[in-house]
């Protein structure tokens, strides 16, 4: 044997898979030729590593709390015993147990087909109460998720209010506010003119009051309690008055008046328009503060919905 | 009813005593397969459940750890079927050959972790029968029914698996500047 043919067999050889015969022979050669037994000693070497390595590395090791798991699994599924067997167990007797079952199973089917055709009304009675009974349950269910939508929509309220204390009155925000345009851009279309539409909006809602001068004081995006707001702040006889808009996914009737928020000092109406709630927030009175979200009301849902949002 | 529970419970426990001990060796091979632990989890308990129903069948003096392995890369077949994977691997042995045209001897200096990303770097029809026979130590003909090929083909990918395996590691110590030896 020379080295070509040596190499062209060190596989097999490695492998443990080659006739005893030619095992003589390469074993043979082997003694003679040193470059083939370091050809050898380094594939070895490279195979018991490859091994080793894949044997011990952590990712390859089965979880004790698996294998416990599927152990504990395995068990359940190998000594619960079927239905057939708990019949049939005890061999005869079992046997006869499980024809008895089946007979009475015969009877109990027969008998029932009868008495379902001589008892429709009773059954018609039955489910009549059930569907008033399942009627009751969906109008609760009904009940409690428009108690949660409520809840939902005043910590909304309560969010816009804290906006405009914090913005508006304080200028206490932790972020700063970008203006409309930077807004428009980055967050939808319809922060685009938005304070135009606001303001003309509720100019037109104090037009039948000339005193009443209002005066557009700021409108940015702002954040408040990780909410981020379209914010347009005005003043009218001293009063400053918020119009705020957030993305909400809360459920609500369209274009119904959500919620009359007050905390004793600012009052806030809002309205959902789509994916939108808006607020009107100030220290008018409640009643003035809801007049006006009335008022810009369509003019806010027009500028929504032409901004596709 | 006692002779029910009797017959389950020695059938468990010759099960518990040839198959259980097996599950890590099932496995390794099934994240080998898988390459991520939900998945080999899944493979391996599918694997020990469907051996249970069917230990029956098992005949005791075989190779239990071979007949195990076997389930698994039948359920990993159905879950790779299921996920469109399964397809039929075009024969790029040929092509493969011809860009391993040099013996390159194997670096020393090359940690477990390094051996294990050359490994992974080979196509998987050469690096699986690799696994199988140097890792999992199943003999040609063990491995050829495994993977459901000719004697012949297996002893040609692992011959080549084998060359490639040293070429990445080449490459791996190339890349650390380590010399080779010769």
Known sequence: MDCQEFRRLIESYLGDELLVETNHYVLRHLENCRDCREQLATRRELRGRLRNAVITMPEMQIGDIFASRLQINLRQIALQPNIWDRLTAGGFAGMRVALVGFACLLVVVIGGFFMLRSSNDQIAANTDTRIDQRQTLIEANKARLADAVKVAWNELSGQAVGDHKNCAVKFNLSERPISLDEAAKKFGRINKDIDKTVFEATKTAFSDKPASRIELLEAHSCIFGGRRFTHIVMRRQGKVISVLVTDTDLPAEANAPLTDHTDGVLNAAGFSIGRHAFFIVSDMDAADNTAVARAIFPAMRRHIDAAGA | ?182
């Open chain 2, 1 to 182: 009813m006692f002779g029910i529970g009797t017959e389950r419970e020695k059938e468990w426990g010759a099960f518990e005593a040839e198959a259980l001990p097996l599950m890590p060796d099932v496995f390794r091979v099934a994240k080998w397969l898988a390459r991520d632990t939900a998945i080999a989890e899944d493979l391996t308990q599918e694997t020990f459940i469907q051996a249970l129903k069917s230990f029956h069948r098992y005949s005791p003096d075989t190779n239990c750890r071979a007949w195990l392995i076997t389930i698994l890369y039948r359920v990993n077949g159905k879950r790779r079927m299921k996920l469109g994977q399964l397809k039929l691997v075009e024969d790029t042995e040929e092509q493969i050959a011809q860009t391993v045209a040099f013996e390159p001897s194997i670096p020393q200096h090359l940690t477990d972790e390094e051996i294990i990303r050359a490994i992974e770097r080979v196509p998987k029809k050469f690096s699986e029968v690799v696994m199988l026979t140097d890792v999992e130590e199943f003999t040609y003909k063990e491995a050829a029914e495994l993977l459901d090929l000719p004697i012949g083909t297996v002893m040609s990918r692992l011959h080549r698996g084998r060359r490639l395996l040293r070429q990445e590691l080449t490459g791996v110590a190339g890349e650390y500047g380590i010399a080779s030896n010769g």
